[in-house]
């Protein structure tokens, strides 16, 4: 999963340096073309991003939002999703978004489930971006049309991930390249925000010359790529094959991004080896994950504590989680996680007991 400190940090390249434009761009990503307004509003995110960091210990830096539990697809390795479940109302969201600029949040990604399953997502969008947040969401991309685009741009979206692991769907994985393909087109075309199109290793040799394929196609876009590693079901190691490994390397000299380097050197190098990250994980006070019943929780796959209504998080349970270990972090693949507590590696002892159990749903 791209990091939200990768996505605003590209926010403002486009200010300063042609270099940082997609090498490969033949259709040129509307990133480049955006009015100096909209470039400099991206600047200001990012300083206000590291003024929090610097500021407090005790506010989070990201929130993965859940705004339906519902998707469209039902890939056999993902365990976020339903087939059911309606959308967050938005007054329920809109609460939620508010509570969490009262807690000095620095960004928000709204995910599912499907999030364009949520007919007024440009809405919450809109309210995360009035009090400042960084915004961004995670997708399929099935859903995409050049109306939602638009709407996206207009509530002021900063970046998007799409998730396409293989070229043709099956029982693994249903987000396929030549499912979504016309998709990054259009994004490539309209898209005012950044995008970017990650990968998942680890589901099966045979599918792992697939991700070297959909690299090069993001790529021809001028699309970011990223690429993560395939966790069980508690989000830890699932070490990869000779294979897969060779895959990683190839896949991160088509896209020599930010974000290939940093995952790679905060967790991935060590996982991909079978070795454990020492690290203290900051989940539940640096990083919030937010259920659709509006809870918070370590993360999407330790669902199951604090379990508090963030509408009743408060900076005490910020501090209790931020001084609390957790036994899952030696062999965490959640990269967001790792991202936001990087900044506190060097302060902040994790005294505090384990509560127990901590497990997953």
């Known amino acids: 999963m791209l990091c939200v400190f990768c996505r ?20 040129g990503n509307s990133m480049a073309k955006l009015p100096l307004s909209k470039k400099l ?11 929090l960091v610097a500021s407090s210990r005790y506010n989070p830096l990201l929130a993965q939002v859940v705004v339906t539990r519902r998707c469209n697809l039902a890939c056999g390795y993902c365990n976020e999703y339903d087939t059911f479940s309606p959308p967050v109302p938005l007054p329920e969201l809109l609460a939620r978004i508010d509570h969490l600029a009262k807690l000095r949040t620095a960004s928000i990604t709204f995910t599912g489930g499907e999030p364009l399953l ?10 995360a971006r009035r009090h400042g947040m960084i915004v961004t969401m995670i997708t399929n991309g099935f859903r995409l049309t050049k109306a939602w685009i638009d ?27 030549h499912s979504v393909e016309k998709k990054l087109g259009l994004l490539a075309e309209h898209a005012q925000f950044k995008v970017n199109v990650n990968s998942v290793l ?17 790529a ?20 990869l094959s000779a294979l897969q490994m060779a895959a990683y390397a190839t896949v991160t000299k088509i896209s020599p991004s930010l974000v290939h380097g940093l995952n790679y050197r905060l967790f991935q190098r ?13 989940a539940g006070a640096r990083y919030l994950y937010v259920t659709e019943d509006g809870r918070v929780h370590w993360c999407s796959q330790q669902r199951g504590y604090p379990a508090i209504p963030l509408l009743e998080y408060t900076r005490e349970d910020l ?39 901590a497990v997953a749903e």
């Open 118 to 127: 949520h007919p007024q997502l440009d809405e919450a969008i809109r309210a």
């Open 270 to 282: 060590n996982l991909m080896q079978g070795q454990p990250n020492q690290w203290k994980c900051r």
């Open 319 to 357: 501090r209790r989680e931020y001084h609390t270990p957790k036994s899952c972090a030696p062999t965490c693949t959640l990269s967001c996680v790792h991202q936001m507590s990087m900044f506190d590696g060097f302060r902040g002892a994790q005294t505090l007991p384990e509560p127990v159990p």
């Open 151 to 177: 709407r996206l741009n207009a509530a002021g979206l900063q970046g998007m991930q799409i998730s396409i692991d293989n070229l043709e769907p099956d029982e693994v994985s249903m987000k396929s390249l």
């Open 41 to 51: 509003k991206g600047l200001r995110s990012g300083l206000r991003f590291l003024g």
């Open 8 to 27: 605003f940090s590209r926010l403002y390249r486009p200010c300063f340096a042609r270099r940082w434009r997609g090498r490969h761009n033949q259709s």
């Open 220 to 239: 021809k876009y001028g699309l970011q790529h990223s690429v993560g590693v395939l966790h069980d079901h508690t989000g830890t190691l699932k070490p």
């Open 202 to 218: 680890g589901i099966s040799d045979e599918r792992t010359p697939d991700v070297i394929e959909v690299a090069r196609t993001a």
